[in-house]
């Protein structure tokens, strides 16, 4: 059961607390323009996939202007300070043209809501109602009170949020956060290919920096029975890759009649779904690489040859005081056993910068790290302090700016060579690529227009932009690589009978 928390506006203030079932159960059948802005992860891009499914379900019409939508959503992000300070400032341009129009709904969901709860109302007191991870469901309905309010001159503010990790039996708070999967809607989808299916929610690793375990609540696996109903349903709507989603995804457990699940069993459950053509998962944890769910990959010609394991950091000392569980040393173990099992498979990772305890000594381990490991690529962050964590109760952030900067810049640099040198082995052969659609952002990349330029992804997650109809979007197409940037694989279509000649020398790589 959620905590929903309710303070209406008038002539007088009152506040009551009351749970969802009480909520106002008013039917939208009206045509409301609905605009929704979203940062963060994987995770919040499907959140907001699905809410607005719902919505539209209910007449919601989707605007990409924000100034004549009448109902205005935020999905959130806490992981880094930018995040949230991009929200609360689109929420502070929005202060005059509430005044302006008092009609207008004003939401905010996700991480950041979880966390800063009434905090938000208090900096941008024209939101009508802030609303948890795990209480997503509750959206339209809170819309529509607030739509009644406003029509009754009543300001509300509605809270709808997740009990925190201290607030009482695991097994309460647990219940506190639900997993939101109703019917999907295509049009908010990265492209009408590819789809995210969560298979678990929340997270028990309690990482130093991390407010996850707080914003989306303890570790919960779904059903295969319902990830594969899913998968399904999808297919049916014309997805051919689909991308399996978990804050620590190879965590993933779940008992069903009297068998347990574990990611490996779920890849086998789903790999036979007619019309998939391609499965891949992120986020991995180290620890929870397993031999099982390599061999599973290895012996599943739909699963990618890809996996996203952040490290985090090269130094032992600095992952001990970030309560990663493990060393360098293991993630080195687990690395050679990708190497023998999935000879080719690519892997990227995450780093943090100037996190607290990072000498410069430690910094150019991480360095070391990448040039060992050679990660097909690295998202990497500058350390910013988060209310609630670990990190910021024991440790004084006191790395400079500028020292964060300069240690990002050159991590950058030495994945960016690595990312092109290892790029320019393809050179030459044959690739097998999902086309996702006409290419934008690769054709700056390449620093040319081409009339027809498709982009896609190979087996091993390599961006792959080349010239052929955008017809063959959804389609599985063979790419000779002619050139390469750090990020890109630059080739052509090969035809057929090309493709099959007995006699060529060019091999078809993952």
């Known amino acids: 059961m959620s905590h929903v928390d309710q303070t209406s506006e008038s002539n007088s203030e009152h506040t009551s607390v009351e749970t969802a079932e009480c909520q106002s159960d008013v039917v939208t059948d009206h045509n409301h323009k609905l605009y929704i802005e979203t940062v963060g992860c994987q995770m919040n891009m499907l959140d907001s996939e699905l809410v607005v499914a719902d919505l539209r379900k209910r007449g919601y019409e989707l605007t990409q202007n924000v100034k004549e939508a009448e109902t205005i959503l935020f999905n959130t992000c806490s992981v880094r300070e930018h995040a949230e300070h991009k929200i609360y400032s689109s929420l502070g341009r929005l202060r005059y043209g509430a005044r302006k129009n008092p009609k207008k709904v004003i939401g905010v969901m996700g991480c950041m809501a979880q966390k800063d709860q009434k905090l938000i109302f208090q900096k941008a007191p024209q939101v009508d109602f802030v609303v948890g991870t795990g209480q997503l469901a509750q959206v339209s309905s809170l819309i529509d009170k607030a739509r009644v309010n406003h029509s009754q001159n009543i300001r509300s503010r509605e809270l709808a949020v997740g009990l925190g990790r201290k607030d009482g039996k695991l097994a309460e708070i647990t219940n506190s956060f639900q997993s939101y999967d109703p019917l999907r809607d295509p049009e908010m989808r990265p492209s009408p290919y590819q789809a995210f299916v969560r298979i678990m929610i929340g997270c028990d690793k309690f990482c130093s920096y991390c407010v996850v375990p707080s914003t989306r609540g303890p570790e919960q ?61 992120v986020t991995s944890y180290p620890k929870d690489m397993t031999t099982d769910l390599l061999e599973a990959i290895r012996d599943l010609p739909k699963a990618t040859r890809y996996l996203h394991v952040p490290l985090q950091h090269g130094c032992n000392d600095v992952l001990k005081v970030m309560k990663r569980g493990y060393t360098v040393e293991d993630y080195r173990e687990m690395m050679q056993r990708v190497n023998e099992i999935l000879p080719g498979c690519s892997v990227s990772s995450d780093f943090i910068v100037g996190h607290p305890g990072e000498t410069e000594e430690s910094h150019q381990l991480s360095l070391e790290s990448i040039r060992e490991f050679r990660f097909k690529n690295s998202f990497i962050f500058k350390y910013s302090e988060r209310p609630g964590t670990k990190a910021a109760e024991r440790f004084k952030d006191e790395i400079p700016d500028a020292v964060k900067k300069r240690r990002n810049n050159e991590m950058l640099d030495v994945q960016n060579q690595i990312s092109e040198e290892d790029n320019a082995e393809f050179i030459g052969k044959q690739v097998e690529v999902l086309v996702e659609g006409p290419s934008k952002s690769a054709q700056k990349a390449i620093e040319e227009s081409l009339a027809e330029q498709l982009v896609g992804r190979s087996n091993c997650d390599r961006i792959v932009v080349f010239d052929g109809n955008p017809r063959l979007a959804g389609s599985l197409a063979t790419v000779e690589i002619f050139d390469v940037t750090p990020t890109t694989l630059i080739g052509g279509i090969v035809t057929k009978e090309f493709q099959h000649n007995p006699g060529s020398s060019l091999p078809i790589l993952q």
Not at 241 to 253: A, I, P, R, W
């Open 221 to 281: 696996s779904r059903s295969p029975r319902e990830i594969l109903s899913e998968v399904k349903v999808l297919a049916d709507q014309g997805v051919k890759e689909v991308t399996l989603l978990g804050q620590t995804v190879n965590s993933y457990k779940h008992t069903q009649d009297g068998k347990l699940f574990r990611l490996s069993d779920l890849l086998y459950l789903i790999h036979d779904v007619e019309g998939i053509s391609r499965i891949k998962f």
